[in-house]
């Protein structure tokens, strides 16, 4: 089965630039989507296909890809972007998400 | 606008089956392209995902649980069913419902989640 490896935490100073990764086999062929989850809260997609934003979501996340490594990066970093972030992906049969990273905005 | 919302019992004793629905709203079931999944979420740790059903009746379901599942979808009633046979304390969890469309190939809209206990 297919598995996507993300750091388990990441530390960003306020304002700055940080990327959160996601590392699998399946992104050589397929584009990952990416989630925020705040505690408590259910996932909101973040960025999805090749460096979309759903309406509503800042324009200080994008997303990128090369080889088998997708990349979130969030330019600006705000407080209220601390947060758990999961990559998802899928194969011809099957999705999965990452283990997820863990934001913390210094 | 699209909603969901998974609904459930909140405790199951282990071996028993859980039953989860997921209702749904803003969207038909039978719209070319248009699919809903389930999602779980162990307290602390991370999603994993279980299945997914699209309007063609197409299944799909995580290999290492794809023999305790069945996920089913009633488009009359806006639902999809979720089946899991043999509960253990390990599969307490979160367990979230959420819109994937083919076009996206993400799960763009989720519902707020129902959390299950697996206790005796």
């Known amino acids: 089965s297919s598995e996507l490896t993300q750091d388990p935490a990441v530390s960003v100073a306020l304002g700055q630039t940080v990327r959160i990764t996601c590392q699998g086999d399946?992104?050589?062929?397929?584009?990952a989507s990416w989630y925020q989850q705040k505690p408590g809260q259910a996932p909101v997609l973040v960025i999805y296909?090749?460096?979309n934003r759903p309406s509503g979501i800042p324009d200080r996340f994008s997303g990128s890809s090369s080889g088998n490594t997708a990349s979130l990066t969030i330019t600006g970093a705000q407080a209220e972007d601390e947060a758990d972030y999961y990559c998802?992906?899928?194969?011809?049969?099957?999705?999965?998400f990452g283990g997820g990273t863990k934001l913390t905005v210094l | 606008q699209i909603t969901l919302k998974e609904s459930g019992p909140t405790l199951v004793k282990p071996t028993q089956t859980l039953t989860l629905t997921c209702t749904f709203s803003?969207?038909?079931?039978?719209?070319?392209?248009?699919?809903v999944g389930w999602i779980r979420q162990p307290p602390g740790k991370a999603l994993e995902w279980l299945a997914l059903?699209?309007?063609?009746?197409?299944?799909r379901y995580s290999p290492s649980l794809k023999s305790r599942l069945t996920i089913t979808k009633d488009t009359s009633k806006n639902q999809v069913v979720l089946t899991m046979t043999n509960m253990d304390p390990v599969d307490t969890a979160t367990y979230y419902c959420?819109?994937?469309?083919?076009?996206?190939?993400?799960?763009?809209?989720w519902g707020q989640g129902t959390m299950v206990t697996v206790s005796s």
């Open positions: 959420a819109h994937r469309d083919l076009g996206l190939d993400a799960f763009d809209i």
């Open positions: 803003g969207f038909s079931l039978s719209t070319s392209g248009v699919g």
């Open positions: 059903i699209y309007w063609n009746d197409d299944k």
């Open positions: 399946s992104l050589r062929s397929y584009y």
């Open positions: 296909g090749k460096n």
């Open positions: 998802n992906s899928r194969d011809s049969s099957e999705v999965v």
